[in-house]
């Protein structure tokens, strides 16, 4: 009797031929302008709406793909910009990228490399659209690429970076009655360290219910600084202090790091994964604040985080204040990670007033919730996109 023929995979089977079924038919690009809920203050910039440029990929196959590229209110953090991002993906990536199979990811991220340098955050954007059109067309979840969710949260904190006690001291209450954010990461330089420290202080004592207390000066401190500082912070029983000193400075963070009793961790220092090696070798810092806009890709995220390890730093899931979309990105990599001590940071989607996707991600009990479904697991909602597209 012959058996009938069993089908092991009836969701690939759409897929007869991966390549011309993934092919990049079309590549387009938006600056998007969200209201944020307060203003937002680092040392050397400071926002109160938030813009980044949303990627759509769509393949033959008709599946579409989002991606994020995110700035801190203009090339201040990084060189890129809203509208350079925009024209780099519009003028140089994307009219290479035509007809490639997302199948071959590998490939088409060297053709990237090719077309442009640096340029991370317009290449990590483009990347994601592409990986999630992909993923979604194999109806898998992003973190699949990945080796699959290890779990389905990660611990999330909250920054507070307006530079007010009081109102910092309000926001931080309201989040720990909501239970959803009990670790706080403390934005300095943008006053004298002494006044910092008065504000740590005051952030301290009012918040009893505070877990883990992180602090970032991002560039604005001298090694001078930290030596006078380093003891009231260990008083004050902060966790971490991130990128003290200005990014290029190895020697003087591997001096403060070879004296603070408290962690140092990496951000602006290292982009490329020699300079995470070379920081990690030359003792800069004990954790790495891993980022897509630093790696250029979801791909090279997850390595940056293997080559950080091996330097001999811990990992921490760091952000440039993404919404729904990057935060879901970097959940699939972080979801996947053997380890990630120090939780991550994406409190971003609840920076916006409003959001462009219809469900964005939830952040309760403490922990962002990895979003289920193909692909990121988030949904565009069309009619948020066209009121908050900038027309300029
Ligand atoms: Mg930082």
Redesign the pocket.
Known sequence: MTQPAVDLAPDFARLRDPDRDTAIREITTTIVALPSIRRHRLSNTEMSTREFVLVRVRLENGVEGIGEAAVLGGPRWAEESVESIKAVIDRYLAPGLIGCPAAQWAGIAARMGRAAIRNNAAKGALETAILDALTRTLELPLAALFGGALRDRVPVLWALASGDAEQELEEARAKLDRREHRDFKIKLGFATPEEDIARLTRLREGLPGMARLIV?A?QGWSEADCRRHLPALRDLGVSLI??PLPGDDYEGMARVAAQSPIPLMV??AAFTHREIARAGAMGCGSVY?LKLVKSGGLMALAEAARVAEAAGMELYG?CLLEGSIGAAAHLAVFASLPRLPWGCEHFGPRMHRREIVRDPLLIEDFHLHLPTGPGLGVELDEDALAEFARSD
């Open positions: 970032d991002n991130e990128q951000d602006e604040s760091g």
